[in-house]
C-alpha cells in the first residue's frame, strides 16, 4: 500500500488589496501594478512651484497640465489627478499600462525644467500552484511544480526551510521545474511560485519512498 498523502498548504502573499504606490520622484524608478487594479504615481511634491507638466507614456503625451488646469488626458475616464501632493492615480490597470512614462517640467516661460523617467510593469497575481509527486523505482521522488495565473512566474524550492543542496538533489530542470530527489530526502518540501506582486508557495510534507506511514 502507498501512502504518499502530503500535507498541503497554500500560502498566498498578494501585496495589499489591488493598489500600489509607486514614487516617481526618483529617476529611473521601477513601479508594479496588479492587472485590474491601481496605482498611485506620486510625480512631484506638489505642483505649486510646477507651471506646466506633461506625463508621457512611450514617448506619447498622455497628460498636459497647465496652471493645474488639466488641457488634455488621454486616459481621463480611469484616472484622477491630486495637485495637493502631486499624485496621479491609474484605475483598472491593463498589460497595456505597462511602459516607460516620462514627466516633462516647465516653468513660466515654457522653459524646461527637469525630465524623470520612471518604468512600470503590470502584472497578473499568480493564482494557484500544483505540486505533484511520484516515487520512482529507485526509490527516488520526483516532484513537479507548476503555476496558474501569473506573468513571468520565478520558481524556487526549500526543505525545512533551506535551499536544496547536491546531495539531495539528483537532478533539476528549470524549464519544467520538475526535480529529483535522491532515496534517503524526507521533509517538508515547499516550492515557491512568485513575481513583482505576488508570491504563492505550496508545501507537501515528503516521506522517505517504499516507508510506510501510519
Ligand atoms: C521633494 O521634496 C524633497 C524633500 O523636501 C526634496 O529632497 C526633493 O528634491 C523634492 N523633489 C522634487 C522633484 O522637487
Ligand atoms: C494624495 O492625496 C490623495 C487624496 O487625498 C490621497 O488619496 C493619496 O494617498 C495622497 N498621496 C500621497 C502620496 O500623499
Ligand atoms: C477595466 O478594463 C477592462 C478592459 O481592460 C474593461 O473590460 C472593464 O470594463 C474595465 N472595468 C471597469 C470597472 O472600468
Ligand atoms: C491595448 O493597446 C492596443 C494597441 O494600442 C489596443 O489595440 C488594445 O485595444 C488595447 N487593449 C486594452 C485592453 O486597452
Ligand atoms: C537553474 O536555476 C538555478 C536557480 O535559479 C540556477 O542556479 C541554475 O544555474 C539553473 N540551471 C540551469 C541549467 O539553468
Ligand atoms: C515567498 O513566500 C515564501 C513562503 O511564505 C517565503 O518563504 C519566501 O521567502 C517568499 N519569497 C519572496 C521572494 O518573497
Not at 520622484?25 to 506620486?42: E, K, M, N, P, Y
Not at 484616472?79 to 499624485?87: A, D, K, M, R
Not at 522653459?111 to 511520484?134: D, H, K, Y
Not at 521533509?187 to 505550496?202: H, P
Amino acid at each position: 500500500m502507498k501512502a504518499v498523502v502530503g500535507l498541503l498548504v497554500l500560502l498566498v502573499r498578494v501585496s495589499h488589496g489591488v493598489e500600489t504606490h509607486c514614487d516617481g520622484r526618483q529617476d529611473r524608478a521601477q513601479c508594479f501594478g496588479v492587472l485590474g487594479g491601481s496605482i498611485d504615481i506620486q510625480l512631484m511634491n506638489g505642483t505649486s512651484e510646477i507651471h506646466k507638466y506633461k506625463y508621457l507614456k512611450n514617448s506619447l503625451v498622455l497628460l498636459y497640465v497647465s496652471d493645474k488646469q488639466v488641457l488634455s488626458n488621454t486616459i481621463g475616464h480611469r484616472s484622477l489627478i491630486f495637485h495637493v501632493n502631486g499624485t496621479f492615480r491609474i484605475n483598472n490597470l491593463s498589460s497595456n499600462d505597462s511602459g516607460i512614462y516620462t514627466l516633462q517640467t516647465f516653468d513660466a516661460a515654457a522653459r524646461s525644467t527637469g525630465e524623470w523617467t520612471l518604468q512600470l510593469f503590470i502584472q497578473a497575481p499568480v493564482s494557484s500552484v500544483l505540486l505533484v509527486s511520484e516515487c520512482l523505482s529507485q526509490g527516488e521522488r520526483r516532484v513537479s511544480c507548476s503555476s496558474e495565473g501569473g506573468d513571468s512566474p520565478q520558481y524556487s524550492w526549500t526543505l525545512d526551510g533551506r535551499t536544496l543542496t547536491d546531495a539531495e538533489l539528483l537532478s533539476v530542470n528549470n524549464e519544467t521545474n520538475i526535480i529529483t530527489l535522491k532515496q534517503h530526502v524526507s521533509g517538508r518540501l515547499v516550492c515557491s511560485v512568485r513575481n513583482y506582486i505576488s508570491n504563492v508557495s505550496k508545501e507537501e510534507r515528503i516521506s522517505i519512498c517504499g516507508e510506510r506511514t501510519l
